[in-house]
């Protein structure tokens, strides 16, 4: 007895010194530590390893995802494969039937996103649109206009692959739904048929093929295409399982990161002229910092009472309310779309089809090459001042919640760039007072509902004579019944796309070279200070990043 209470006693003593004792400092030291591994995480640390001069530090708070970084999260059907739950872009959608703990955020946000190496592009669909140059010019600052962002995007598409036939054979699958679909909006409602960034300027009626960042149905994407090189450097290191709780500064200037491993406090030090770059995602990146002494003073008051701000005095906090303000997602409904002609296609994580499995673990070919989406489609909405409000939709392969039969599969309706509605990021409450989207985010100006139940409205009126029928959203609604609908709460609508954005706009929270306001070399490079876009915004937020290469280069010149 005397000798386990003394084990006891000296354990509780080694965890009382543990966490009592100040944070250790490691001894290496950076020339650049950026936070987070998402898609602009890893290509800006890749591109800034670049030269050779230059210590990298490329920090992630998961852990792995694709199988070539350690991913073995998998089904039984790919046991002899090198391939991870991740790399077989079909299994996309059982990440909401099949969670996974290793790639999601659990209790590191309050919304739904993945903290894994590569972050949202590990776990998405992979869908790959070329912004129009419209979304730059009407909605970026000076240095971001389209001319100024055309050598970035010439650079992503010469190091990133993409398609609109996914799988390796070069043929199409589960097209029911994009013959019905072509149908309608062709023949009826007058839309072109086109392919997508082959004509990214044209957003207008306009209809096709979904483009996925994926060539030879693996998924790709900067873990795959940037990642991998950077890892052959010397002077660049990825370092994951690490958790970044706040940048440590003396006044204006960033001088190293605290993080957290396994449990153990520590701090990450810069070098001289060193820079620290956040790439933590629009949630996360506002709440670091927040949590570094830089925001609304009323969440800095709240924060640094909870010990949450270190030993950082008032006296040295930034005060500025734009830290989190504008946050931005896409308002989605959901319509359940049915017909004979339609053949629904339902993706499961464990025992697909036999035909299936061997199609895509032979030739990588089949339904278990793409993400499931048949047809996507836009169409703009101009109101009497002259403004214009973005929509999108598209077609997926398999019903929805009550909708599940073989004939039916769901439309995925939401509002994009020119919308008015904005939140902001909200910390909770203790005791880590985690990052969170508040209640303003989906239609707080009226004007976003009206515009989605027009795009709703204009697609039905060319539905007679297509065979389709919606079934959770009457076919003869009017706009306003329709404003009704997608403004209630339902499974079907106002659903979270969690293409979370534009939370520390560019000349509010950063300025034109993303650093961030009241500092030198503290810098925001993620979908933060992405503008909301005309199209999904993950090849926005990847343009983002090789633009910001340019800036952050040439000021560490």
Same mark, same amino acid.
């Given at each position: ?228 090189? $950077? /890892?052959?450097? +010397?002077?660049?290191?990825?370092? =994951? @399982?690490?958790?970044?709780?706040? *940048?440590?500064? !003396? ?30 995602? $629009? /949630?996360?990146? +506002?709440?670091?910092?927040?949590? =570094? @002494?830089?925001?609304?003073?009323? *969440?800095?008051? !709240? ?255």
């Amino acid at each position: 007895m005397p000798v386990m209470f003394l084990s006891l006693l000296l354990q509780l003593l080694f965890f009382v010194l543990l966490y009592a004792s100040p944070v250790k400092r490691q001894a290496t030291t950076y020339d650049v530590i950026v936070v987070g591994s998402g898609p602009a995480g890893v290509i800006i640390a890749s591109r800034l390893s670049e030269n050779p001069a230059r210590n990298v530090l490329l920090l992630e708070g998961g852990g792995p995802s694709y199988y070539v970084t350690g991913g073995r999260e998998r089904p039984q059907w790919l046991s002899a494969t090198n391939l991870s739950r991740v790399d077989v872009p079909g299994l996309y959608s059982t990440i909401y039937s099949n969670p996974s703990t290793n790639l999601l955020c659990q209790n590191k946000i309050r919304a739904y996103g993945a903290c894994t190496i590569g972050g949202n592009s590990a776990i998405n669909a992979g869908l790959f649109f070329e912004p129009p140059a419209s979304d730059f010019d009407k909605y970026f600052p000076t240095s971001w206009k389209h001319s100024d962002v055309s050598p970035a995007i010439t650079r992503l598409y010469q190091k990133q692959p993409s398609t609109n036939k996914p799988s390796q054979d070069g043929l199409y699958y589960q097209q029911s739904g994009y013959n019905a679909a072509k149908q309608w909006l062709v023949t009826n409602a007058g839309y072109r048929e086109l392919n997508i960034n082959a004509n990214s300027r044209q957003k207008t009626k306009v209809f096709g093929h979904p483009v996925y960042n994926y060539p030879n149905g693996q998924r790709s994407g900067p873990v795959i295409t940037y990642l991998q090189q $950077a /890892l052959t450097r +010397p002077n660049f290191r990825l370092q =994951s @399982g690490t958790w970044v709780q706040r *940048v440590v500064r !003396t006044g204006n200037t960033a001088t190293g990161v605290v993080v957290n491993v396994n449990g153990v406090t520590s701090t990450i030090s810069l070098k001289p002229n060193g820079r620290v770059i956040l790439s933590g995602g $629009a /949630l996360k990146s +506002p709440e670091l910092l927040m949590k =570094s @002494g830089i925001g609304d003073p009323a *969440v800095l008051t !709240t924060l640094s009472s909870a010990n949450q701000l270190g030993s950082l005095p008032s006296s040295q906090w930034i005060n500025n309310t734009a830290v989190g303000a504008g946050l931005f997602d896409n308002p989605n409904t959901f319509i359940a779309m049915t017909s004979p002609s339609i053949q629904a296609y339902n993706y499961v994580y464990e025992n697909p089809p036999a035909a299936d499995q061997n199609l895509y673990l032979t030739k990588k070919s089949g339904n278990y090459a793409f993400a499931g989406g048949s047809c996507s489609f836009w169409d703009t909405i101009t109101h009497a001042d002259g403004t214009v409000a973005g929509v999108q939709g598209g077609l997926g392969n398999a019903g929805y919640q009550a909708y599940t039969d073989s004939m039916t599969v769901t439309m995925n309706i939401y509002g994009t760039s020119g919308l008015r509605s904005s939140g902001k990021v909200v910390l909770g409450g203790s005791p880590d007072y985690l990052p969170g989207p508040d209640g303003n985010v989906y239609y707080s100006n009226p004007q976003d509902a009206q515009d989605i139940a027009t795009f709703i409205r204009r697609l039905f009126d060319a539905l007679p004579g297509t065979g389709l029928t919606p079934l959770n959203l009457n076919q003869t609604s009017t706009v306003a019944q329709i404003v009704s609908y997608i403004t209630s709460w339902t499974p079907y609508t106002r659903g979270q796309v969690n293409h979370w954005s534009s939370s520390c706009r560019i000349g509010a929270c950063v300025d034109r070279n993303t650093t961030v306001i009241g500092m030198k070399n503290l810098h925001v490079v993620d979908a933060s200070i992405v503008a909301p876009l005309t199209v999904n915004p993950q090849m926005g937020v990847m343009i983002a990043a090789e633009r910001a290469w340019d800036l952050i280069n040439a000021l560490m010149v």
